[in-house]
Antibody, heavy 119, light 106 residues
Framework: QVHLVESGGGLVNPGGFLRLSCAASGFTFSDYYMSWIRQAPGKGLEWVSYISDSGSTIHYADSVKGRFTISRDNAESALSLLMNSLRVEDTAVYYC????????????WGQGTMVTVSS | EIVLTQSPDFQSVTPKEKVTITCRASQSIGSSLHWYQQKPDQSPKLLIKYASQSISGVPSRFSGSGSGTDFTLTINSLEAEDAATYFCHQSSGLRSTFGGGTKVEI
């Protein structure tokens, strides 16, 4: 069974930081591009960042560039998102997702982890 | 940034009805357009990839068409389980974007 399981969400003050993790199982993690996508409460989906299979290519949405850092550990089948200088508008459910190709469609999604930025 | 505009925002339908959702891109994206279904408190599910390519396990009543800037998701003979929000997603270029979503209520 192919699975993605996110963790690390929680309540954090504005200006704070948080590290999200995504554990992959049931497939060869190192063969796939991976992304983080978020969804603010009651809102639509927003792509946040993607990382290539080797980790050599990374891109970010303008809204998080310079504050968030995506990384992966292929030996551990793990994806991470380090979020710094958090803002109230970063409040959302964060999903990790598997890309079917190179910056393509997302065929496997985790259950999501909630990040709340509030004082 | 490529902006995707979905319409309608909301649609109330009856079972067995045909549903059509459109997605318009702010610039040509070829066939790099994908469709997802999201039910309440669930993660999105991929329905259609590259505008019209079917996904294994997705019922055949779901189909997609279009290219360039105008795309359509069609649900033939809607079933009660199809009540959900549907999103389009473009993967042309370096940064993905999503449409605002269409909520289908039965």
């Amino acid at each position: 069974q192919v699975h993605l399981v996110e963790s690390g969400g929680g309540l954090v003050n504005p200006g704070g930081f948080l590290r999200l993790s995504c554990a992959a199982s049931g497939f060869t993690f190192s063969d796939y591009y991976m992304s983080w996508i978020r969804q603010a409460p009651g809102k639509g989906l927003e792509w946040v960042s993607y990382i290539s299979d080797s980790g050599s290519t990374i891109h970010y949405a303008d809204s998080v560039k310079g504050r968030f850092t995506i990384s992966r550990d292929n030996a551990e089948s793990a994806l991470s998102l380090l979020m710094n200088s958090l803002r109230v508008e970063d409040t959302a459910v964060y999903y990790c997702a598997r890309d079917i190709g190179i910056a393509s469609a997302f065929d496997i999604w985790g259950q999501g982890t909630m990040v709340t930025v509030s004082s | 940034e490529i902006v995707l505009t979905q319409s309608p925002d909301f649609q109330s339908v009856t079972p067995k009805e045909k549903v059509t959702i459109t997605c318009r891109a702010s610039q040509s994206i070829g066939s790099s357009l994908h469709w997802y279904q999201q039910k309440p408190d669930q993660s999105p599910k991929l329905l259609i990839k590259y505008a019209s390519q079917s996904i294994s396990g997705v019922p055949s009543r779901f189909s997609g068409s279009g290219s360039g800037t105008d795309f359509t998701l069609t649900i033939n003979s809607l079933e009660a389980e199809d009540a959900a929000t549907y999103f389009c997603h473009q993967s042309s270029g370096l940064r993905s974007t999503f449409g605002g979503g269409t909520k289908v209520e039965i």
